[in-house]
Nanobody, 115 residues
Framework: QVQLVESGGGLVQAGGSLRLSCTAS????????MGWFRQAPGKEREIVAS???????NYADSVKGRFTISRDNAKRTVYLQMNSLKPSDTAVYYC?????????WGQGTQVTVSS
């Protein structure tokens, strides 16, 4: 089994920054892709960004140029640096780990951006 623990969420004013972290433990077995999803009240869960084992990144159009995803494979940790935050970024952010045949989720961390 794999466990994912997120940290770094909180309340921030519009235009501010936050950095999320997610550390994996257990039987991770590389290679695996890690990513961040978010779910706002009344909306579907959507992908924010992902990063492959080799470091290839993908971003949702809504966060391009503002968010940066990175990872430290030795620490089994993925980060999401969020800058120029907007009220529309308010959501529960979930860490995700995918490898062949398996998908794992963290418990989520709340990000609230006030106007």
């Amino acid at each position: 089994q794999v466990q994912l623990v997120e940290s770094g969420g909180g309340l921030v004013q519009a235009g501010g920054s936050l950095r999320l972290s997610c550390t994996a433990s257990g039987r991770t077995f590389s290679p695996y892709t890690m990513g961040w999803f978010r779910q706002a009240p009344g909306k579907e869960r959507e992908i924010v960004a992902s990063i492959s084992w080799s470091g290839r990144t993908n971003y949702a159009d809504s966060v391009k140029g503002r968010f940066t995803i990175s990872r430290d494979n030795a620490k089994r940790t993925v980060y999401l640096q969020m800058n120029s935050l907007k009220p529309s970024d308010t959501a529960v952010y979930y860490c995700n780990l995918e490898r062949v045949g398996s998908t794992y989720w963290g418990q989520g961390t709340q990000v609230t951006v006030s106007s």
